[in-house]
């Protein structure tokens, strides 16, 4: 249609296409298809529905957005930079998926503001909105009163046919309904494209009855690409159900304007072409050269700045109501939004001494969140479905359900991928909780994505997980982790600690903590099995990394070095290489991540150069510890997989023993 035939509404809907052609088109990389046709369902949402403040884009009460299928990234920078965000300028429109520009590939948190989560793998993304739909009302619950409402707002996802195929949306959908968190709504992009073609080609269930039976209301708009008055009554009817979050099914065209390559899947993941593009801009009447654009269109979706410091004002004025009524509550809300720990929070972490009852890391650690409850407001987390194993429960909390969205304790159900990107969303909320998610160590192969993911967005989030090795027992080799650690320990920006007793447990929880309020994520692998306290542990010795707890007079002839439980062993066949003669040091490496970030001189102090003779032992595989002990240096580890049989057994058949240690460290010795 001509230019001058065009509503307001049209042309700034064929703005947010057009940036996204254009940008796509300039990159020769990247997926038109999505933002092409969900033009028109964004703009509604962002035009008339969304409170948020692109002068301030970590306002507290805005209303948080998702681009689950964030394959289509330049529709969330086509809305960040039409309504006034200064994070995405015309230029990093124009330098799309390039070398330092704030227009990545798929939408990046810590990449550029305004952008809630890091969206990539698919099906993430709705995860995390079910994280931040949590984190609303369980903040809700707490601090609302009847006369000062300062927690209200909505999360919004936009998911298409990829995130719902991925099995995380399902787990997170199914949780999602069951915990009846009303202010998430999904709008599906349902455009019947993948990059193999038709979706029918492996996709052909009735999606709404799905989430239907997840417990959710479901609604849907036929006409995606036109009828915007049908959107705008969808959303509204979604706001009106307050008691079940709601999916809107609204089916588009892909690649809408496209003449020849719309509603293929030649224009999910590819640039247009030259040729393709000109017809895209004559079918929908854009005569504006690449990258320009109306000057009404601009104007008008700017509205939403001064719409957005009209907002904050107003909620700035009702948290001041609430500071002058409530300032007890309302000191406590605002250190979780600053993320300051109260003053000495750590001293509560217990501490320990030889002559203390041996118990498994796992109870050091269920001590140690007990201890820190009272005193850190935002700590709140789960297991799967492995509270009484994990022992995860935060004791007197309750259990955060519907009705009851102000108890602490979520019971994530067996779900172990979508709790990962739950508790990632619940710290993206940018609100001061401090969420921790738990299951058997085993099963971060359940949730590694979310594990990676929170490394990668920089999320505060802990991950405590137990049965942290062949010690776990009788359950058997699909139980027992071996190559587990060391596939963790690779993951860059993610702490790894495995504590060896009391002290170590409650230094690791000192530096998970510290680290969440850096935005920073921590896992704990926790032994089943009791677990002795020993001499020369300590809490600062963690955050070190590593560091000695026995040593010999002079320069020591070997060093032995172990994590968790093993370095009781270490410790043993210490005091018996000490009876033959021999001078030995014991090092506890219960974290290489912190080891590494020590300066050269305190590495140096620990591991000196010239004692080339160590051994390292860690019933995990022996994968990354050469750089430690030396290609010469003694390993007793684990390179194959476990057995099924009482714990002890199984240490004992795999060479966790005093002697074998001992005999590991003679050979070294020569």
């Not at 300051?340 to 050091?364: C, E, F, I, M």
């Not at 997980?465 to 920006?493: F, K, V, W």
């Amino acid at each position: 249609m001509p230019v001058a035939a065009q509503s307001l509404d049209q042309l700034a809907i064929n703005s947010i296409r057009f940036l996204a052609v254009d940008a796509i088109e300039k990159a020769k990389s990247g997926h038109p298809g999505l933002p092409m046709g969900a033009a028109p369902m964004a703009y509604v949402l962002w035009q008339n529905f969304m409170r948020y403040n692109p002068k301030n884009p970590q306002w507290f009460n805005r209303d948080r957005f998702v681009l689950s299928a964030g394959h289509g990234s330049m529709l969330q920078y086509a809305l960040l930079h039409l309504t006034g965000y200064d994070s995405v300028s015309i230029e990093d429109i124009k330098n799309f998926r390039q070398w330092g520009s704030s227009t990545p590939g798929h939408p990046e948190n810590f990449e550029t503001a305004g952008v809630e989560v890091t969206t990539g793998p698919l099906g993430q993304g709705i995860a995390n909105g079910v994280g931040l739909a949590l984190a609303e009302a369980h903040l809700a619950a707490k601090y609302n009163k009847p006369d000062a409402t300062i927690v209200d707002h909505y999360t919004y996802v936009i998911v298409g046919d990829g995130c719902n195929m991925e099995g995380i949306s399902g787990e997170a959908a199914s949780i999602a309904g069951h915990w009846g968190l009303g202010k998430l709504i999904v709008l599906y992009d349902d455009n019947h494209i993948s990059i193999d073609g038709s979706t029918d080609v492996a996709f052909t269930e009735d999606v709404s009855k799905r989430f239907e039976a997840y417990g959710w209301h479901t609604i849907h708009v036929e006409d995606g690409n036109t009828d915007l008055a049908a959107i705008s009554a969808a959303i509204e009817a979604a706001k009106k159900v307050t008691d079940k979050p709601t999916m809107i099914k609204v089916t588009t065209i892909i690649g809408y304007g496209s003449p020849n390559k719309c509603n293929t899947a030649g224009i999910h993941g590819a640039a247009l072409g030259t040729e393709e593009v000109k017809l895209t801009r004559e079918n929908l009447g854009w005569e504006y050269a690449p990258f320009e654009l109306p000057a009404d269109a601009v104007a008008h979706m700017r509205e939403a700045i001064d719409r957005g410091a009209k907002y904050e004002g107003e909620w700035e004025a009702t948290l001041a109501t609430y500071k002058s009524k409530y300032p007890q509550e309302a000191a406590e809300f605002e250190g979780l939004l600053t993320r300051q720990l109260p003053a000495g929070w750590d001293s509560v972490l217990p501490t320990y001494t030889p002559a203390d009852n041996a118990v498994a890391s796992r109870k050091h650690s269920e001590i140690c969140l007990n201890k820190l409850a009272p005193v850190l407001p935002g700590l709140m987390g789960g297991s799967a479905d492995l509270t009484h194993s994990n022992l995860t429960e935060i004791k007197g909390s309750g259990d955060f359900q519907k009705g009851a969205y102000q108890n602490r304790n979520v019971h994530f159900g067996v779900r172990e991928h979508a709790m990962g990107a739950i508790c990632n969303g619940m710290a993206l909320h940018n609100s001061g909780l401090i969420p921790y998610g738990a299951t058997f160590l085993i099963f971060t192969d359940y949730m590694r994505a979310a594990i990676r993911l929170s490394a990668l967005s920089q999320i505060g989030a802990l991950w405590v997980m137990t049965h942290d090795s062949i010690g776990q027992g009788e359950d058997g080799p699909t139980h027992q982790p071996i190559e587990t650690i060391a596939s963790l320990r690779a993951i860059p920006n993610l702490t790894v600690i495995r504590p060896a007793d009391g002290n170590e447990t409650s230094g690791a929880y000192k530096v998970a903590i510290e680290k969440a309020s850096q935005q920073a994520p921590t896992l704990l692998a926790l032994s089943r099995q009791n677990l002795p306290n020993l001499a020369g542990t300590s809490i600062e010795g963690v955050t070190k990394g590593a560091y000695t707890i026995a040593d010999s007079e002079g320069t020591p002839d070997i060093i032995l070095i172990g994590t968790g439980s093993e370095v009781s062993l270490c410790v043993k066949a210490a005091e018996q290489l000490t009876t033959e003669g021999k001078k030995v040091r014991v090092v506890s490496m219960p974290s290489w991540e912190l080891f590494d970030a020590q300066d050269a001189a305190y590495q140096e102090s620990v591991l000196p150069k010239a004692v080339t003779k160590r051994v390292a032992v860690e019933a995990a595989c022996s994968m990354g510890w050469h750089r430690f002990v030396g290609m010469d240096g003694g390993l007793v580890t684990v390179d194959r997989f476990g057995a099924s049989a009482p714990g002890g057994t199984v240490m004992e058949k795999y060479g966790f023993t005093v002697d074998n240690v001992v005999a590991t460290a003679k050979k070294v010795l020569g």
